[in-house]
């Protein structure tokens, strides 16, 4: 394990061992609604909510930190707290081929979607629950039921389920034949005109995920979401060092510019 305490984050760079001790996971698990997963790595940001668990976290890093390599605990725990209201960056360092994990997708109709792992793992499952909590029904430690029963909350999934890497893990997704159908049944009650028109919303279907509208929504709805959207993820809207973050917002900002050029065609 090595720390680096940088002027705008704490870096953890560790292996999976340390990544998955208890109470490395316990500190992550806490935060799900204020990290961001990254290729390799989680970035936590401050949540002043849990502060306590925030110093309790690098009272507990700074103890296996000095225990392994034979320092003062005591004076480098100090020297991280100063860094207290920086983000922290868990990098995880290994040169292996990612592992791949296996999700299944269920819809039961067009309310209900059932995410389900073929095996255990805690950390994609964080990502899921991360991602797409406040839609969680119930749960277990290899599946999650969803609400997605109006539009935002299947934007949301379609989001979640366009990262395939986490940390380590390269992420499967299975499904059944009748799942879009199932999930997206009310496509059936738009009228779209001839079927050329009704074939070019099918493949734009995306661009009106990006930007959170129904499919075949009005120009005047997607005008509206669209101009809410770009003040949000505008680059000149972050305000942070991490470049990770910046690309992530231009990325977005980029997306919302496409999706709304295509769409203004098509609608």
Same mark, same amino acid.
């Given at each position: 394990?090595? $720390? ?26 806490? /935060? ?18 849990? +502060? @306590? ?19 003062? /605990? ?23 081929? %990612? ?20 095996? %255990? ?9 991360? +991602? ?8 277990? @430690? ?22 395939? /890497? ?9 499904? @059944?034949? /009748? ?34 509208? %129904? $499919?075949?929504?009005? +120009?005047?709805?997607? *005008?509206?979401?669209? *101009? ?25 900002? +980029? ?9 203004? $065609?098509?609608?």
């Amino acid at each position: 394990m090595d $720390i680096v305490l940088r002027n705008n984050l704490i870096l953890i760079t560790t292996d999976f061992e340390t990544l998955n001790a208890e109470w490395m996971i316990e500190f992550l698990n806490k /935060h799900s609604r204020s990290m961001l997963f990254l290729q390799k790595a989680v970035l936590v940001f401050r949540n002043e909510d849990l +502060q @306590d668990e925030r110093v309790e976290f690098l009272s507990k890093l700074s103890q296996y930190h000095a225990k392994k390599y034979d320092f003062n /605990h005591e004076f480098f725990l100090r020297s991280m707290l100063k860094f207290g209201a920086q983000p922290i960056k868990v990098e995880l360092e290994t040169d292996k081929e %990612p592992e791949n994990v296996v999700v299944k997708l269920y819809a039961y109709d067009k309310n209900t979607v059932l995410i389900t792992l073929e095996n %255990p793992n805690a950390w994609v499952l964080n990502y899921m629950r991360s +991602q797409l909590e406040i839609y969680v029904e119930k749960g277990t @430690d290899v599946s999650l039921v969803i609400d997605v029963s109006d539009y935002k909350a299947k934007a949301r999934l379609e989001r979640t389920l366009n990262k395939r /890497h986490i940390l380590h893990y390269q992420i499967k997704y299975t499904y @059944d034949n /009748h799942f879009m159908s199932k999930l997206y049944s009310d496509f059936a009650n738009y009228s779209f005109g001839d079927l050329s028109r009704e074939c070019d919303v099918v493949e734009n279907k995306h661009y009106y995920t990006i930007l959170e509208c %129904p $499919i075949g929504a009005s +120009q005047d709805a997607l *005008k509206k979401s669209y *101009k809410k959207l770009v003040k949000v993820y505008h680059p000149d809207k972050v305000f942070h060092d991490d470049v990770n973050m910046v690309n992530h917002y231009t990325y977005k900002f +980029q997306l919302l510019q496409e999706a709304y050029a295509s769409l203004r $065609i098509v609608s």
